[in-house]
């Protein structure tokens, strides 16, 4: 359908400057790159459309009058025998006016075969590329940060929404064109890594403790380090003698001191941060999550002081009276609720920094590594005003390449009993988190009594688990906050990760069976010509959306439009199979059953690609 597209606005293109012409309107002649096709929203209106309320200005004319207006050329063309664009109109298909539109309902028999033969062409490369054959992003050079762990703690399901969303985004951007730089900060220094450090030393040094010597993923083991700082502190639940207050201090003179280069400090938290990040990349690589490069805060921050410095030296910052340094960040964040001026403080009466410390140092050293046309941080909305005070700071320091820079904000998400608290331990350990949806799934394969079947239950548990958590959490729009649902993401049935997977098998075992059956795929034009069923017709429609697809979700970096497609293509499939068997009308026609294995194979095809950007594994058995 895809030349359909570029015919329709050949056809529309003449036609809008043939009435422009007859009836004198002013303005330019109309070229075919300002005419636009979409899908009506309903499928009795048509196949194809075109809208026209880009000529209502230039023409003086309300866009449904100018649609009427060329519906009548259209039609005068086909009555007449004349050619539009060098075309026969009649040729594409039938036209009406409806509304603002001019819309078009195609014949089927060569859209179907131009949507299908594209599709075997270009096999994983479709949905890639515009009508024109180019990318829609070109070879853009787009930087992708996200995850951005804490090396005092474990990933939590907050840090899942937050990986599904960057890796999910960068492969978008990648399919569109783009050449994705995929970037990470650890935030491996400042007060709450000394927290954790500080509960070591008073629990666990002296006994010789060690992730190994305990059984435990270094990372969990450094996050229970964490939680016991904070009971330590606050003492015991109605019990206030037990609190020590005076671990606040010892754990910012530790800060202090690892920002001096105190060697049994540094010692310490090369130990404990190498424990940490050991544990979290392989939750990383067990989710399919990746970078290109790793950038560390300990490494940045220093580079965030000088920039502090100059930005001294230039006035553009100011040393308070207690010694700080600090901004005046009005202008980004507007006044305070009593009216009074916004300060941003950028380093510590102390002179130790702060997370905008390290960030400004960070952005310096990524633009300097990396020349991009675009950085995505992929941060939750709680730092809305962090981000916008950041982009302010650096269009103050005269860096052009801020303009550059986007926050792609997404929502909370939480529990159905409530949100998450990492001091208190009331987070939900990412790992723990998959390990449950995977005894989960693997008791559904054992009741459903598919455990031969699927061959290694193990693994396909494993990515049935990660299925269902990263499609759930990506199925909503990132603005929204969310609560994750774990018996609801594992459904196999609904509008899940795991049904999109059973759809996956379903079709490679319809593609096996036909195999074992001596039928092969037939794409030529008189076999796909007999595809003129409605659920054949609706299914081909459904899979010549997935350019379109692909370029909303890289323009608008929302994946939850590839999930919402994935889930229209699976019903449009399964009503297909449903009215269209393919198996057993091989005895009564074999070029229609090789006709639709034709269908279902190109059906998998994008099935597999879109899954893929929403990070879903596919499965051949289930």
């Not at 180019?134 to 939590?156: C, R």
């Amino acid at each position: 359908m895809a030349d359909q597209k570029e015919t329709l606005r050949l056809i529309i293109t003449d036609a809008i400057n043939e009435y422009k012409n007859t009836k004198a309107l002013p303005g330019d002649a109309v070229t075919i790159e300002s005419v636009r096709v979409e899908n009506p929203p309903k499928p009795e209106m048509g196949d194809l459309g075109c809208p026209m309320f880009a000529l209502a200005k230039a023409f003086r004319m309300a866009p449904p009058q100018i649609a009427q207006g060329v519906y009548e050329v259209i039609e005068n063309a086909i009555s007449s025998g004349k050619t539009l664009g060098g075309i026969e109109p009649s040729s594409l298909g039938t036209f009406s006016a409806v509304g603002p539109y001019v819309n078009v309902k195609l014949n089927k028999a060569s859209a179907v075969g131009d949507v299908l033969k594209a599709i075997i062409d270009q096999k994983e490369n479709y949905g890639s590329l515009l009508e024109n054959g180019t990318s829609l992003l070109n070879g853009q050079k787009i930087m992708v940060e996200y995850s951005s762990p804490n090396t005092n703690k474990p990933l939590h399901l907050g840090h899942m929404r937050n990986d599904a969303l960057g890796e999910s985004v960068s492969r978008i951007l990648k399919k569109a064109g783009a050449d994705v730089f995929r970037t990470i900060i650890v935030n491996n220094r400042g007060i709450h890594i000394c927290k954790s450090m500080l509960a070591y030393k008073l629990f666990h040094e002296e006994k010789g403790d060690t992730p190994e010597s305990l059984g435990m993923k270094g990372d969990h083991f450094v996050g229970q380090c964490y939680v016991e700082f904070d009971k330590y502190l606050k003492g015991e639940k109605d019990r206030p003698e037990t609190a020590h207050p005076e671990a606040q201090t010892m754990a910012e003179e530790m800060l202090v001191k690892w920002e001096q280069g105190d060697k049994e400090v540094r010692a310490l938290w090369e130990k404990m941060n190498r424990w940490t990040l050991d544990g979290v990349k392989e939750t990383y690589e067990r989710t399919g999550v990746g970078f290109e490069k790793y950038y560390f805060e300990s490494d940045t921050y220093l580079l965030g002081k000088e920039v502090i410095d100059r930005g001294l030296e230039k006035g553009i910052f100011y040393k308070a009276e207690d010694g700080s340094v600090r901004m005046d960040v009005t202008e980004a964040s507007g006044k305070s609720k009593d009216g009074e001026a916004q300060e941003k403080v950028l380093l510590r009466k102390d002179g130790t920094s702060v997370y905008i410390t390290q960030d400004l140092g960070t952005a310096l050293k990524r633009h300097e590594d990396w020349n991009y046309n675009q950085m995505v941080y992929v941060v939750a909305s709680e730092q809305n005003y962090h981000f916008k005070v950041l982009f302010y700071i650096l269009k103050k320091l005269g860096y052009e390449w801020a303009e550059k820079l986007f926050h792609l904000s997404y929502g909370m998400v939480n529990l159905p009993n409530g949100r998450m608290k990492s001091r208190e331990g009331t987070v939900v350990d990412a790992d723990d988190l998959i390990d449950s949806l995977k005894e989960d799934a693997i008791k559904a394969i054992n009741e459903r009594g598919r455990d031969e079947e699927v061959g290694d239950v193990n693994d396909v548990s494993e990515k049935v688990a990660i299925a269902a958590l990263h499609y759930y959490l990506l199925q909503v729009s990132p603005v929204k906050d969310m609560v994750f649902n774990p018996a609801e993401s594992l459904s196999f049935t609904g509008n899940t990760g795991p049904y999109l997977q059973y759809m996956g098998a379903r079709i490679a075992s319809v593609l096996r069976k036909a195999g074992e059956q001596g039928l092969t795929l037939n794409s030529s034009d008189g076999a796909l010509s007999l595809l003129t069923h409605e659920s054949e017709w609706t299914l081909v429609k459904a899979l010549q959306k997935f350019p379109a697809v692909v370029g909303r979700a890289a323009e608008n970096l929302d994946p939850s439009v590839v999930a919402s497609y994935l889930y229209d293509v699976s019903k449009s499939f399964s009503a297909f199979y449903r009215d269209c068997p393919i198996l057993s009308a091989a005895d009564e026609n074999k070029t229609l059953a090789e006709a639709r294995l034709t269908l279902a194979s190109c059906t998998l095809t994008v099935l597999k690609e879109a899954m893929n950007l929403v990070c879903v594994p596919f499965l051949e058995r289930m």
